[in-house]
């Protein structure tokens, strides 16, 4: 196969037919391919040019594009250049068929394979009595049969169908009947078989080439009317490979103990370049993906297979494939999709394959993909290898073991919600697409896509009230016997409970529809866009108002609708990527000022008492690690539904908490307009160009971390598990949030988060295993808490904000921290993590963020350190003797800067 992508499969197909009845004829497919199915950039409908062929071999020679790297240097080369023939052979194969193939010339030969199929089926159903009665009488519970397509074109090609059966009858448990179709060979294949050793052996030839996939139809038909009704145990292999001894027997036992489709590792025969390099990237194995359970594959190769005729029924391979490739993909697929029945992985099943030597055999290989995949992609086309991971040579699946009956739990809990997706489905009709282009097996489910906005508004200590300002109590709709404080608490808790059923986990929904970083990048960068251009917007209109609170309740519930909508299906193109930002950019307009009035909200809750919120900021922190050790669990375990159920259970649970805040984020009254903003921050650019760098640098990790442990094959767990830890970090950071303000600063407290920082940052370049995460995330509560506990509690400051400005300063700062910086920091991660890779992404954005704060730090002026008492015009004298009063806002609010 064309090297298989980066990302996930996107999932449901039209459906494909039963092609066992003998008077039936399979439908005509409806669509046209669009998408290869490596790399759904590509347009497989068109021939590809050599240009496109270069293109594609660069991609796939790129060793970050693996899976693994080989760790010596002469086999990285090796395979660098092997890499780029197979994907010249591959795209060229696929040239050669958008040349001279076509829906008709497809249809044609469809039908003239199936009538030899059916043809040969009837008039070799009487003629082995023998090998009929083997099969019926089989001591065991399970008959085996073995069953192998040939096609012999030389004497070469007959010693390996030799060497083939002399290993069958070597093994363990003896194979009840072998079944040897002769696919229209040129060579004559009684030599080879005329040594079984008993009468279980039957050899069918067809009176012409039908490819593979025909061949094993026609074996399968036959076994069934042998069978009549008996379990039977069918193993399928290729003449050109050597079955391990114990390979029959532990196909058998794992069919007995749970019967379906089986696939085993396929390895090299011998330690050629070309087979290092086939074991190295697994190429005639399946592939796995961590949205399925622990053993489930995508697919299984038929060099080492093995089917319950009961569990299939009546499927069998479509002969539309008259060249081997994708045809046991499209078997393992169409029942995976129409039957429920799973590919499973055998480990113990081994099978060993020889493959053409030198780059000539390669190239030929990966053409025969290139020259099937487009019929795949024509019959499936939502099938992708987006997001699946290669079955590569000592394999050990690292999915943690299924609790109960998987294909139950899933589908039971797609069909408790499936109800709500209908409704939401006709409300936005502009997004929805049939439902059958998305598999709902692997539940890809949505989460809401906002990963590396943290929502995070960390607090910072507070100072007192500042003269001339008064503090207006607040009347609450909750129980007034409920003390305040605990409110606020309630409200941190409530809010970033709901913000972690989303938040981190957004870049992994995106990835599992098959997008790729950049795509991902782009998405969420553009979302920070409309963040950062609407919270000054929801902000102002907060302070114009008073009205914050039900600002708030009314955005949170409307936000639902887009939300929603992100669980609609969409194709990995560019129209579904449109598709997907429509609805999540809809989202993050409504729903910003959940985020962006949260910390102005509570302060005016705590009534400006730096200690009282440093307290219960506390609870918002332990909410968001709370959720996420068990949102990772449940995600491993039953998929993306999990974000939908979670999203709606905490946004109740937000709304409620709400209630219990003031209306307004202040009393005072201020002059609410475009030139105030810009004021504070122009009289401020110096603080509020850093923490735009800063921000971008947290974007880098909030955003693209869980990718890069993914790519480090990390479980969902551990992602979770991460976050849990740097919450652990932070909270006594918030707790003594007013000493660490009062003894260093604003200007040093910011300096030692960046520093801290780029330490991270050099440590995700350096880590080499994805457990080692956990040893570097304490830091977070140095980096995030100590940034914004400063950041907080200097744009609060009169100097900076003003009077009756309170929630439109929170909003500059939301703004640059959680807008305008990850925009740079998501489109630049993104392009780097696809060209670089995404160690090296966090080295190149490391000197930024230093060099940033060094000059914030020298520049900045000694006004950021200021108390809130003390007004930045004042003379130094004044300062130093105390002799300054306290007042309301200069009218310049000039700043040091």
């Not at 019926?136 to 059966?165: G, N, Y």
């Not at 009314?554 to 598709?579: E, H, T, W, Y």
């Not at 105030?676 to 693209?704: C, D, H, K, P, Y």
């Amino acid at each position: 196969m064309l090297a298989p992508g980066s990302r996930s499969p996107p999932l449901v197909t039209t459906r494909h037919g039963n092609l066992a009845s003998s008077g039936s004829r399979p439908p005509v497919p409806r669509t046209v391919p669009t998408k290869a199915l490596a790399n759904s950039g590509d347009d497989i409908a068109r021939a590809p040019t050599w240009k496109d062929t270069l293109k594609g071999a660069l991609f796939w020679a790129n060793p970050n594009h693996w899976d693994k790297v080989p760790q010596s240097f002469r086999w990285k080369l090796t395979f660098i250049f092997f890499k780029v023939v197979g994907t010249i052979g591959g795209y060229r194969g696929r040239a050669a068929f958008a040349r001279k193939s076509g829906l008709k010339p497809l249809m044609k030969r469809r039908e003239e394979a199936l009538a030899v199929v059916e043809s040969t089926t009837e008039a070799s159903t009487g003629l082995f009595p023998k090998v009929e009665q083997r099969l019926r009488e089989a001591k065991d519970s399970h008959a085996v049969a073995v069953l192998l397509p040939a096609f012999a074109r030389t004497a070469q090609d007959v010693a390996e169908l030799r060497a083939t059966l002399a290993a069958l009858a070597q093994q363990t448990r003896e194979p009840d009947v072998v079944l040897v179709v002769d696919d229209g060979s040129l060579a004559d294949l009684e030599a080879a078989t005329e040594a079984w050793p008993n009468d279980g052996l039957a050899l069918v030839r067809l009176q012409q080439n039908v490819g593979p996939a025909g061949a094993r139809s026609v074996g399968l038909r036959l076994l069934r009317k042998w069978a009549r009704g008996r379990e039977v145990v069918v193993c399928l292999t290729d003449s050109d490979a050597a079955p391990d001894v114990h390979w029959v027997e532990e196909m058998w036992e794992a069919q007995r103990g749970r019967p379906g489709i089986l696939s085993g590792p396929t390895l090299s025969v011998d330690q050629s370049a070309t087979g290092r390099f086939h074991d190295h990237f697994g190429n005639l194995n399946g592939r796995w993906s961590w949205e399925d359970p622990k053993d489930v594959l995508l697919y299984g190769c038929t060099c080492n297979f093995s089917v319950n005729l009961n569990s299939v029924g009546k499927e069998e391979f479509d002969p539309i494939f008259s060249r081997p490739g994708f045809e046991d993909i499209e078997f393992c697929w169409r029942l995976r999709v129409e039957k429920n029945v799973f590919t499973r992985y055998c480990e113990k099943a081994l099978m060993y394959h020889q493959y053409d030597h030198g780059p000539v055999g390669l190239y030929r290989q990966f053409w025969k993909y290139g020259h099937t995949e487009p019929i795949m992609a024509w019959m499936h086309p939502d099938f992708s290898f987006q997001g699946s991971r290669p079955v590569t040579k000592g394999f050990k699946d690292p999915r943690d073991p299924e609790a109960g009956d998987f294909d139950n739990i899933k589908r039971s809990a797609v069909q408790g919600i499936d109800g709500m997706f209908r409704f939401f489905s006709d409300q936005a009709k502009p997004l929805a697409l049939s439902r059958s282009q998305r598999n709902w097996s692997p539940l890809a489910l949505p989460a809401l896509a906002a990963a590396p906005q943290r929502a995070e508004k960390k607090g910072s200590a507070w100072a007192r009230q500042p003269t001339g300002l008064k503090v207006r109590s607040f009347p609450n709709s909750l129980s007034s016997g409920v003390p305040s404080q605990i409110k606020v608490k309630a409200y941190y808790f409530a809010s970033f409970t709901f913000f972690a059923s989303y938040e981190r986990y957004a870049t992994l929904y995106f990835e599992a529809d098959g997008f790729k970083a950049w795509q991902i990048g782009l998405l969420i960068a553009v979302r920070r866009a409309i963040q950062t251009l609407s919270t000054p917007v929801w902000n102002a209109l907060a302070d114009k108002t008073k009205k914050a609170r039900s600002i708030q309740l009314a955005c949170l519930v409307a936000s639902g609708i887009p939300f929603l909508a992100l669980s609609l299906p969409v194709r990995n193109d560019l129209k579904g990527l449109a598709l997907r930002g429509t609805a999540l950019w809809m989202f993050s307009l409504i729903g910003s000022p959940s985020t962006s009035m949260m910390d102005a909200v509570a302060l005016a809750a705590c009534h400006q008492d730096a200690q009282r919120w440093g307290d219960a900021r506390i609870y918002g922190a332990l909410g968001w690690g709370m959720a996420h050790l068990p949102l990772g669990l449940l995600f491993d375990r039953y998929g993306f539904c999990v974000m939908f159920i979670s999203f709606a259970l905490t946004a109740a649970g937000l709304f409620w908490a709400t209630l219990g805040m003031p209306e307004a984020c202040g009393e005072a009254t201020g002059d609410v307009s475009l030139r105030s903003i810009l004021r504070i921050l122009r009289s401020n650019a110096a603080f509020f160009v850093n923490i735009t760098v800063l921000g971008a640098g947290f974007a880098m990790v909030e955003g693209m971390l869980f990718l890069l442990l993914q790519e480090m094959k990390a479980s969902t767990l551990l992602c979770g598990f991460s976050v849990v830890v740097t919450v652990i970090f932070e909270l006594p950071i918030f707790a003594k949030a007013q000493w660490l303000l009062s003894t260093f600063g604003t200007r040093k407290l910011v300096v030692a988060a960046q520093a801290a920082w780029v330490v991270r940052a050099a440590f995700y370049w350096r880590m080499s295993s994805a457990w080692m995460v956990l040893l570097v995330e304490p830091l977070h509560g140095v980096t995030f808490a100590l940034a914004w506990t400063a950041a907080i509690d200097f744009v609060k400051k009169p100097h900076v904000s003003g009077e009756g400005l309170e929630a439109s300063a929170q909003g500059l700062l939301t703004a640059c921290f959680h807008g305008l910086g990850p925009i740079i920091g998501l489109l630049g991660g993104g392009v780097l993590f696809d060209t670089l890779g995404g160690h090296t992404s966090y080295l190149v954005f490391a000197p930024g963020v230093m060099i940033s704060g060094w000059l914030y730090y020298l520049h900045a002026g000694t006004a950021n350190d200021l108390p809130d008492e003390i007004n930045p015009s004042a003379s130094r004298e004044q300062i130093t003797l105390g002799k300054h009063t306290p007042s309301a806002v200069e009218s310049d609010g000039e700043d040091a800067t």
